[in-house]
Nanobody, 115 residues
Framework: QVQLVESGGGLVQAGGSLRLSCAASISGFSFARMAWYRQAPGKQRELVALISSGLATSYADFVKGRFTISRDNGKNTVYLQMNNLKPEDTSVYYC?????????WGQGTQVTVSS
């Protein structure tokens, strides 16, 4: 059974930093495409960043230069380093793993940025 557990969310002032972690219980983690999404109240879930099995990364324009996605295949964990946080980054952040065309989701972690 695939399980994704996010951690690292919390309350931070604008300009601050947080690092999210996602521990994945999934066979063949190193071959999975991993991604972070976010969803604010009343809004659709949106892609924040993704990292392929080959370590290629892609970012949404609204986080470029501020967020960094990385992975540690030895720990089956993906990270999202978030710097220079803005109030508009306030959302629930979700980890997603895609393997063999199946996508699995974590429960999410709340990030709140105060102005």
């Amino acid at each position: 059974q695939v399980q994704l557990v996010e951690s690292g969310g919390g309350l931070v002032q604008a300009g601050g930093s947080l690092r999210l972690s996602c521990a994945a219980s999934i066979s063949g983690f190193s071959f999975a495409r991993m991604a972070w999404y976010r969803q604010a109240p009343g809004k659709q879930r949106e892609l924040v960043a993704l990292i392929s099995s080959g370590l290629a990364t892609s970012y949404a324009d609204f986080v470029k230069g501020r967020f960094t996605i990385s992975r540690d295949n030895g720990k089956n964990t993906v990270y999202l380093q978030m710097n220079n946080l803005k109030p508009e980054d306030t959302s629930v952040y979700y980890c997603a793993a895609t393997r063999f065309s199946n996508t699995y989701w974590g429960q999410g972690t709340q990030v709140t940025v105060s102005s």
